[in-house]
C-alpha cells in the first residue's frame, strides 16, 4: 500500500476521533443545561405561587384595614424576596438560553465536520487497493535455478580456468557460456565444437579450458566422455546456444 495513503488514513482516523469526542462532550453539556434549566423553571414557578400568595395576604390585611400591622411588613418583606428570587431565576435562564444557543451551534459544527472527515474516509478507502497475496513459487524456482546456475558456474571456473580466472566474477565467465558452435553426440562421447573468440587473450583462455577438461576426462551423467574444442568460425554459427549435429 502507498505510505501516502497510509499517513493520510492514519490522520484521518485521529481527525473522526477527535471530533467524535467534541461532539460526544458537546452533547453531554447540553443535556446537563437543559436539565438545569427545568430546575430554574420549575422554581420559578413555586417563587411566582408564593410571591402571588403573599400579595393575596397583603392586600388582603390591607382591605380590613390592618396596614399597620406589624407582621404585614414581614409579608411584604417576604413578597419582595420572593419577587426577586423571581427574576434572578428569570435572569439565569435567559443566560443559559443564549449558552445554550452557542453550544448547540458549537455542537451542530463539530457534527458537519465530522460529517465531512468520514466522506473523506470513504473516498480514501474507494482509492486503496485491495491487498492480495502473491504467488510466488515460480520467482522462487527461478531463484534457486539462477543460484545453481550460478554455483555451476563458479565450480567450472574453479576447476578448469586459469589461474586469473579464479577470483572473477559471473560477468567475466559468461562469455564462455554464451559461445556459440556444434555439438557433435556418438555412442562414447559427446564433442563441443566452440567457435572462436576473435579476442586474442580470450581465445588461448579458451584453449586452455579445452585442453583442461579433455586432460580431466570429464564424463556426462550417461557415462559418455565430454570433449571440448575450438573449431574455425563458420559462416553458419550463431550467436547462441550451441547447435546439435548429431
Same mark, same amino acid.
Request: charged share 25%; proline share 2%; aromatic share 6%.
Given at each position: 500500500?502507498?505510505?501516502?495513503?497510509?499517513?493520510?488514513?492514519?490522520?484521518?482516523?485521529?481527525?473522526?476521533?477527535?471530533?467524535?469526542? +467534541?461532539? @460526544?462532550?458537546? *452533547?453531554?453539556?447540553?443535556?446537563?443545561?437543559?436539565?438545569? /434549566? %427545568?430546575?430554574?423553571?420549575?422554581?420559578? =414557578?413555586?417563587?411566582?405561587?408564593?410571591?402571588?400568595?403573599?400579595?393575596?395576604?397583603?392586600?388582603?390585611?390591607?382591605?380590613?384595614?390592618?396596614?399597620?400591622?406589624?407582621?404585614?411588613?414581614?409579608?411584604?418583606?417576604?413578597?419582595?424576596?420572593?419577587?426577586?428570587?423571581?427574576?434572578?431565576?428569570?435572569?439565569?435562564?435567559?443566560?443559559?438560553?443564549?449558552?445554550?444557543?452557542?453550544?448547540?451551534?458549537?455542537?451542530?459544527?463539530?457534527?458537519?465536520?465530522?460529517?465531512?472527515?468520514?466522506?473523506?474516509?470513504?473516498? +480514501?478507502? @474507494?482509492?486503496? *487497493?485491495?491487498?492480495?497475496?502473491?504467488?510466488?513459487?515460480? /520467482? %522462487?524456482?527461478?531463484?534457486?535455478?539462477? =543460484?545453481?546456475?550460478?554455483?555451476?558456474?563458479?565450480?567450472?571456473?574453479?576447476?578448469?580456468?586459469?589461474?586469473?580466472?579464479?577470483?572473477?566474477?559471473?560477468?567475466?565467465?559468461?562469455?564462455?557460456?554464451?559461445?556459440?558452435?556444434?555439438?557433435?553426440?556418438?555412442?562414447?562421447?559427446?564433442?563441443?565444437?566452440?567457435?572462436?573468440?576473435?579476442?586474442?587473450?580470450?581465445?588461448?583462455?579458451?584453449?586452455?579450458?579445452?585442453?583442461?577438461?579433455?586432460?580431466?576426462?570429464?564424463?556426462?551423467?550417461?557415462?559418455?566422455? +565430454?570433449?571440448?574444442?575450438?573449431?574455425?568460425?563458420?559462416?553458419?554459427?550463431?550467436?547462441?546456444?550451441?547447435?546439435?549435429?548429431?
Amino acid at each position: 500500500m502507498n505510505s501516502e495513503l497510509v499517513k493520510r488514513r492514519t490522520v484521518l482516523e485521529k481527525r473522526v476521533a477527535h471530533l467524535h469526542r +467534541l461532539a @460526544a462532550e458537546s *452533547r453531554k453539556r447540553l443535556r446537563q443545561m437543559r436539565a438545569s /434549566d %427545568q430546575v430554574r423553571e420549575q422554581q420559578v =414557578v413555586i417563587w411566582e405561587q408564593r410571591q402571588q400568595d403573599l400579595l393575596a395576604q397583603v392586600t388582603a390585611l390591607e382591605t380590613i384595614g390592618q396596614s399597620g400591622e406589624p407582621g404585614l411588613l414581614a409579608i411584604k418583606a417576604q413578597q419582595l424576596e420572593a419577587e426577586w428570587e423571581v427574576h434572578h431565576r428569570r435572569v439565569l435562564l435567559e443566560a443559559t438560553s443564549v449558552g445554550g444557543k452557542r453550544e448547540l451551534n458549537y455542537c451542530e459544527k463539530s457534527c458537519r465536520a465530522l460529517r465531512h472527515v468520514l466522506r473523506q474516509q470513504e473516498d +480514501l478507502q @474507494a482509492c486503496e *487497493r485491495e491487498m492480495q497475496e502473491l504467488d510466488n513459487t515460480k /520467482d %522462487q524456482l527461478m531463484t534457486l535455478l539462477k =543460484v545453481g546456475l550460478a554455483n555451476l558456474g563458479m565450480w567450472v571456473r574453479d576447476h578448469y580456468f586459469g589461474e586469473s580466472y579464479q577470483a572473477c566474477g559471473w560477468e567475466r565467465l559468461m562469455p564462455f557460456f554464451q559461445l556459440s558452435g556444434w555439438v557433435t553426440a556418438t555412442q562414447d562421447e559427446v564433442c563441443l565444437d566452440f567457435c572462436p573468440f576473435n579476442h586474442r587473450a580470450m581465445g588461448r583462455d579458451l584453449q586452455d579450458l579445452c585442453r583442461n577438461v579433455n586432460t580431466s576426462g570429464v564424463h556426462l551423467p550417461d557415462g559418455r566422455r +565430454l570433449v571440448l574444442t575450438v573449431g574455425q568460425r563458420r559462416s553458419g554459427c550463431l550467436n547462441g546456444p550451441l547447435a546439435n549435429t548429431g
